[in-house]
């Protein structure tokens, strides 16, 4: 595809519940970056990736988040028993290097909803 | 740590007319980028225009253009001639060269609003 892809659009959950979010960045991105945006804040950072390799997960906000890029492309976000402050849009965004001018392309995020 | 300040929570404009929507930052990088994202209601982020620290002239990328004054940490986005649009959120955003080079911070974004 030619852009950024997220999976599931929508989720909702029970307050317990684990779920799984997926990214499919573009094609040839070397870094993967997860945010979370709550409703009308900016995106808050998560974590990223180079290739496979989780540089910084400094933003996760408990241990109940993690995120993984086994191979270098797609990246799951998981979220174990699931509360609901996370309930959020959690954006992914790539790019084709780490450093340099480049702009980060996001998805168009999975709208999370715990009850 | 990065911060960005984004002190408008909405703005409005006239169509056809310009706007400045304000950004200032903080980093204890010495070199950083710092970035325009638009937001409409559908959700997906849309990269508007960069300013890399070490650039010596401000950029422009049609419509947009960056207003960087590194003294006073300001980065203000400059939109021309404005059309309906252009109604959305607008996010400032930097990410640092060294040791924050993974991490884009964003502000809390400014509304615009288009008035016909």
């Known amino acids: 595809g030619a852009g950024v892809s997220q999976s599931p659009r929508y989720k909702v959950a029970k307050r317990g519940q684990d779920v799984a979010l997926r990214c499919d960045p573009i094609s040839g991105h070397v870094s993967l970056f997860w945010y979370q945006q709550a409703l009308g804040q900016g995106p808050e950072f998560l974590t990223y990736?180079?290739?496979?390799?989780?540089?910084?997960k400094s933003g996760l906000p408990s241990d109940r988040f993690f995120a993984e890029r086994p191979e270098g492309s797609v990246s799951t976000l998981k979220i174990q028993r699931t509360q609901q402050e996370d309930s959020a849009v959690y954006l992914c965004?790539?790019?084709?290097?780490?450093?340099?001018?480049?702009?980060?392309?996001f998805g168009p995020g999975t709208r999370l909803t715990v009850t | 740590a990065q911060k960005i300040t984004q002190t408008q929570p909405g703005m409005f404009v006239q169509e056809k007319e310009a706007v400045t929507l304000d950004c200032t930052y903080d980093t204890s990088d010495p070199s950083y980028g710092l970035f325009w994202y638009k937001q409409p209601s559908s959700g997906e982020m849309i990269f508007l225009i960069y300013?890399?620290?070490?650039?010596?002239q401000n950029a422009t990328e049609g419509r947009y253009s960056l207003n960087f004054q590194k003294a006073r940490k300001s980065a203000n986005l400059v939109i021309s001639a404005s059309q309906l649009g252009d109604s959305a959120m607008y996010f400032c955003a930097m990410r640092g060269t060294n040791t924050n080079a993974g991490k884009s911070t964003f502000g809390d974004g400014t509304t615009l609003t288009v008035k016909p």
């Open positions: 300013q890399g620290s070490y650039d010596q």
């Open positions: 990736f180079q290739n496979e390799a989780q540089l910084d």
């Open positions: 965004a790539s790019t084709l290097a780490l450093a340099g001018p480049l702009e980060q392309y």
